[in-house]
Each structure stands twice: as C-alpha cells, then as structure tokens.
C-alpha cells in the first residue's frame, strides 16, 4: 500500500527556514516523481517543486525560485523540501504526492497518491 507522510511544518517568522520531509513506502519503482504542492485557504493546490527518483532532476514553480530546495535520499526514501526566506504568502497546508509514470511536472492529475499534509505558517 503507497503511504506518504509529510512532517517539518510549524511557524516561522519571514525570512525564516523550515525544512519539510515527506517519507515514502509501499512502492518499488525505477522511475517515479515525488511532488511537494500547496493550498492556502480558498485557493487551488498549486505545485510547488518535484523531483525524480532516477535521475534527481528537478523543477521549480517559479514563485519559489532562488528559495526553496528540493531534495531526495534513496536509502531512506525520503524527498526533502527546505524552503528559505520563508514569506506570509508562503503560509500553506504543503502536500507531497508521487507520479507512479515518473513524469517530472507539477501537474496535479498527474499525481497518484498523496499524503495528509502539514501546516506551514509564516507569520511575524
């Protein structure tokens, strides 16, 4: 069974740093993409930024260029979003999801499985 579990959220104050992680299991592919997407209240979830697990390629939505930092360890399955020069209007439930056909975008129907969430606030 594919579970994904988020965790590193909090309060931050802007221009501070938090680093999420979204642990994976239940799956063994070759090629598979994990997403970090976000949705503030009222608003679409957008994606964020997503790595692929074969290559480490990686893609950025525009708004978290220059901030944000996605990364991926094999060993522990684990993808890591280390988000700097934290801003309110970052203030979001963050999401991690995987794309099974490891297609590299921030496309949410693309994504097959998600997780929970957790809550990232930025707020002085």
């Known amino acids: 069974q594919v579970q994904l579990v988020e965790s590193g959220g909090g309060l931050v104050h802007p221009g501070g740093s938090l680093r999420l992680s979204c642990a994976a299991s239940g799956f063994i592919l070759p090629d598979y993409v994990i997403g970090w997407f976000r949705q503030a209240p009222g608003m679409e979830r957008e994606g964020v930024s997503c790595?692929?697990?074969?290559?480490?390629?990686?893609y950025y939505a525009d708004s978290v260029k220059g901030r944000f930092t996605i990364s991926r360890d094999k060993v522990k399955n684990t993808v890591y979003l280390q988000m700097d020069n934290l801003k309110p209007e970052d203030t979001a439930i963050y999401y991690c999801?995987?794309?099974?056909?490891?297609?590299?975008?921030?496309?949410?129907?693309?994504?097959?499985?998600w997780g929970r969430g957790t809550q990232v606030t930025v707020s002085s």
């Open positions: 999801a995987t794309d099974l056909e490891g297609r590299l975008g921030l496309d949410k129907r693309e994504y097959d499985y």
């Open positions: 790595v692929s697990s074969s290559d480490g390629s990686t």
